[in-house]
């Protein structure tokens, strides 16, 4: 029998036990209704304004004690370092972390290694849930980190939607056979004809709940004017990443005022890195090109959420080929991007989504040391030069399906719905 709290009752409810509620609410989202999954995104704008110094501890005993775990982090968004490190922050950095340790090393490394780290913000923003990984970024001491935690990650619901229900169509299986054998999203396979599957869908949601709660949700953020930069857990950082961010803003200034994003990185890696490294161009955003150190200001984030049903709905589970898809089409002036021609971020990981074999964190620690050997005189560029102006067009590309099924998009666009 489905019941629903009123949000009268709601607010009494929270005054005597938050986490009972959060639980309740974020169990009865995954009904997946737009007014049931707007319920529990509308709980989570209760902790606007509210910070703590105290950092929760993660309770792995079970996945009840955990899902309170990650619903109280979220609540209570304390942000580590706070009293060492008062003031603003000049830059802050979002990182999507899964589950590749080592590669978080990594970064970090690069990080704690950086020019004028302390005055950084780094939001963790994590799928997987873990005490070595929770260990590993509440070690760092050289800036303010708050970490935020995707609440319908797959691990959570392992067993029904937004994870893998076992009562689901299987991937391959047709649509006839799925109708006959009455599995639960039978009328919903994507363009190719294939099903759902949890663990393909997730970084889609993350990265579209992250954006989201990044700008509207965190306390720290708020009266924050610049660039948030998005970074992935297998990237690398080069020590003057922020004084290239800072010759990057005071160029668009003059030089290209109306570009929408900026690209941090590429994926050439060091290659030429000491002739390009003052070298920016412009031109319009591309997924394979721009998604690494990708800057996103506060207006872009409104344009996006404009087009929310779009992202919400365009069969890709890609986020980046999904904001391509956007980008002229929902977006009607396609998106314009200052680039970094010699990369300040470095793609370390050699596995992922697809790749889960045979991951050598160590090889890509020592490719970054010998290639940062080579390209130290390049770092720190007095000005930038802008190098080329390209055309600013839609590009059309094929969509990658994965993202057909109806409750993803109920979910999906729900993190959104109340600004």
Not at 31 to 60: A, C, T
Not at 214 to 232: D, N, T
Not at 403 to 408: A, E, K, L, M, V
């Amino acid at each position: 029998m489905r019941f629903r709290i009123h949000k009268k009752n709601l607010l009494v409810l929270l005054g005597v036990s938050f986490v009972l509620v959060t639980l309740l609410i974020s169990t009865r989202v995954l009904i997946v209704s737009d007014s049931d999954v707007s319920d529990s995104v509308g709980v989570l704008q209760v902790n606007r304004g509210v910070r703590s110094s105290e950092p929760v501890k993660f309770n792995f005993a079970s996945l009840s004690e955990l899902t309170q775990s990650v619903y109280i982090a979220n609540y209570k968004q304390c942000v580590h370092n706070a009293d060492k490190f008062p003031g603003e922050p000049q830059l802050v950095l979002v990182v999507q972390v899964h589950n590749r340790p080592e590669y978080l090393r990594l970064l970090i490394r690069s990080l704690e290694r950086a020019a004028e780290v302390h005055s950084f913000l780094l939001i963790f923003s994590h799928d997987y849930f873990s005490e070595e990984i929770n260990t590993i970024v509440q070690g760092i001491t050289f800036c303010k980190v708050l970490q935020i935690y995707f609440p319908f990650s797959i691990q959570l619901y392992p067993s029904e939607f937004p994870g893998q229900d076992p009562r689901d169509c299987p991937r391959d299986t047709s649509k006839d056979n799925a109708l006959k054998t009455g599995c639960l999203n039978a009328e919903h396979p994507d363009s190719y004809g294939h099903y759902r599957e949890a663990f393909i869908t997730q970084t889609k949601h993350h990265w579209w709940w992250k954006l989201h709660f990044v700008w509207e949700r965190v306390q720290a953020m708020q009266g924050y004017s610049g660039f948030a930069i998005f970074l992935e857990e297998d990237n690398y950082i080069l020590p003057d990443f922020f004084h290239f961010y800072k010759s990057m803003i005071e160029f668009r200034k003059k030089g290209c005022p109306d570009c929408d994003m900026l690209a941090l990185g590429n994926h050439n890696g060091l290659t030429d890195f000491t002739r390009l490294t003052n070298k920016v161009l412009t031109t319009g955003w591309m997924s394979t090109k721009h998604n690494i150190g990708m800057g996103i200001s506060r207006e872009v984030y409104y344009k996006l959420m404009g087009c929310s049903n779009e992202f919400c709905t365009y069969d890709d589970y890609n986020w980046d080929w999904t904001l391509q898809h956007l980008s002229g089409t929902c977006i009607t002036k396609p998106l314009k991007v200052l680039v970094a021609q010699g990369s300040r971020v470095l793609h370390t990981g050699d596995c992922g989504l697809h790749q889960k074999e045979n991951c050598r964190p160590e090889w890509a620690s020592q490719r970054v040391d010998e290639g940062l050997q080579t390209a130290k005189e390049g770092l720190f560029p007095p000005s930038l030069v802008l190098s080329s102006a390209e055309t600013v067009e839609h590009k059309t590309h094929m969509m990658n399906g994965g993202w057909g099924d109806i409750r993803d998009h109920s979910l999906c666009n729900n993190y959104a719905k109340r600004l």
